[in-house]
């Protein structure tokens, strides 16, 4: 364990300086700001050549504790060892390297409980939260408000269900996922649970939650029933830090397996909408990771690709629904980790920066500030149709079945390829499991293939395994048997009602 104690200040300049169980408990800094480490912990190469052979416990152990550094060594190993023990993921190996082709690698993420990379933080994050609450001395109950675009919502139902003095309320796109997606959070268990569908998409479903964050009548109308606010979204630090932990992992397993050798430069190519997943790998490359060039692929709704290649942040655009459910997002909320950083630490910068997001929908940084992001990312964008061809073509010439947002980031590499000529081995990040999209992956691999009207999501696992000599994820099959509980659809304007039904607090 390290030696010396890692505070964490806000993106915004006008909170307190705290220690990561502060952080972790109250989520979202009081100014409304995210909580970021005051330095980058070092990671050194024979730190890394030590994680090799090692389990993914012990790497995710020595990882993060260089961040929560008030956590003893017991603590944050109960923790581990919780999270990622046998029976919650379906490999020994937790996050398994995949080499597909030559220079190619997949970062299997999807092996959880949900069959998606949220399981990799949501795993740990309510164990964290529960030791932090106890840390700080908190004597109120926690409301943990969610977000989600399809994945974080079943991951965090999944952390959250009956974990004593939480409750848990996620809230959803209701014409914006898959309907495995829909189904797993709609049967979810747990006395503490609520679910509802909203009537918009993540942008509406991210605002209306961050705006009951900043309602400080909200907040106080529901200390007087013992409750305070917190999140399971990647705004919390306790969600950023597991995510870290899975780059030096994979960077170990390159060198086990011969991928890469020891101090060899390595791209990452992430799929992503809200900025979370691949800003856990800037953090992990400035602490020492052997990382080239992180690629930010994004799919139509490609705010993330125009903000890299251009400095201009433009969210007054139209909004698609595509395959990629998880990316179909206009306002990626970490991002103002990163800006904070480009910026030289300027919490006044960043400040400006989200009034004018919030007031204009747009706004740039300066030269020097993208050149800044040119020098750790590049950035693509891919199509519909892309991604559907990408699927079949990797699957017919490797036999490898991706799901959508697995093919955006394979194709975006494929495009820094062409553009660069850059032919550095490369791992992409796998965030879901393809039997959480079933249509869209059978559409892909048969080009005559048409979904039938009425289809049961069960049936589609079903014939998607059959199709592919693959196995569908237990726990989705499982879905089939479990009763649907959850039904409520909301209108975006009732969603603070609707928190207040759910921890019961009367008017």
């Not at 001395?137 to 999944?158: H, M, Q, R, W």
């Not at 975006?492 to 928190?499: F, G, L, S, T």
Request: proline share 4%; charged share 25%.
């Amino acid at each position: 364990m390290v030696n010396f104690k890692m505070l964490f200040e806000s993106t915004r300049g006008k909170a307190d300086i705290v220690p990561s169980a502060h952080a972790i408990a109250r989520g979202l800094a009081d100014d409304g700001g995210l909580f970021v480490p005051q330095s980058f912990p070092s990671v050194r190469l024979v730190d890394i050549k030590a994680m090799v052979g090692k389990s993914y416990v012990e790497r995710a152990a020595d990882v993060m504790g260089r961040y929560l550094t008030d956590f003893t060594g017991d603590e944050l190993m109960e923790c581990v060892e919780g999270a990622y023990r046998t029976g919650k993921f379906d490999s020994l190996k937790i996050a398994p390297l995949r080499e597909v082709n030559y220079n190619t690698a997949v970062l299997e993420l999807w092996h959880g409980l949900t069959a998606a990379f949220k399981d990799m933080a949501l795993q740990i994050m309510p164990r964290l939260l529960t030791k932090s609450m106890a840390k700080t001395g908190a004597l109120y109950k926690t409301a943990i408000l969610v977000a989600t675009s399809g994945d974080t919502g079943k991951a965090a139902l999944e952390g959250f269900a009956d974990v004593p003095g939480t409750d848990i309320i996620v809230f959803y796109p209701a014409d914006g996922v898959s309907e495995i997606q829909k189904r797993q959070m709609a049967t979810q268990k747990g006395k503490n649970v609520s679910v509802f569908g909203v009537k918009g998409n993540f942008d509406d479903i991210q605002k209306g939650v961050k705006d009951i964050f900043s309602d400080k009548e909200m907040a106080e109308r529901i200390a007087k029933d013992g409750y305070a606010f917190s999140s399971a979204n990647s705004i919390n630090f306790g969600r950023l830090v597991p995510q870290i932990a899975y780059y030096f992992s994979a960077y170990a397993d390159a060198i086990e397996k011969g991928f890469a050798k020891p101090g060899e430069l390595l791209n990452f190519v992430v799929p992503t909408g809200n900025f979370g997943n691949i800003l856990a790998g800037y953090y992990a490359k400035e602490m020492g990771l052997p990382a080239a060039r992180l690629i930010c692929a994004s799919n139509s709704n490609n705010i993330l690709t125009d903000f890299i290649n251009t400095g201009v942040y433009d969210r007054r655009r139209e909004f698609y629904r595509t395959m990629s459910p998880s990316m179909d997002i206009l306002i990626s909320s970490n991002l103002e980790r990163l800006l904070y950083l480009v910026t030289g630490k300027k919490p006044e910068r960043v400040r400006s920066f989200m009034e004018k997001l919030a007031e204009d929908g747009v706004y740039e940084i300066n030269s020097e500030e993208l050149e800044k992001v040119h020098g750790g990312f590049f950035a693509a964008w891919v199509d519909e149709l892309e991604t559907k061809e990408t699927i079949g073509r990797i699957f017919s010439d490797y036999g490898y079945l991706m799901d959508p947002h697995t093919a955006v980031a394979w194709r975006s590499l494929e495009k820094y390829r062409l553009l660069t000529g850059d032919d550095t081995c490369s791992i992409v990040l796998s965030t879901a499991s393809p039997y959480k999209f079933c249509d869209s992956v059978l559409s892909a691999i048969e080009r005559d293939w048409k979904e039938k009207d009425g289809a049961e999501p069960m049936e589609l696992l079903r014939e998607l395994s059959q199709k592919t000599g693959t196995k569908a994820p237990l726990n989705l099959l499982a879905l089939e048997r479990l009763p649907v509980i959850h039904t409520g659809v909301i209108e975006k304007e009732d969603m603070a009602q609707a928190v207040l039904q759910s921890l019961n607090i009367k008017e």
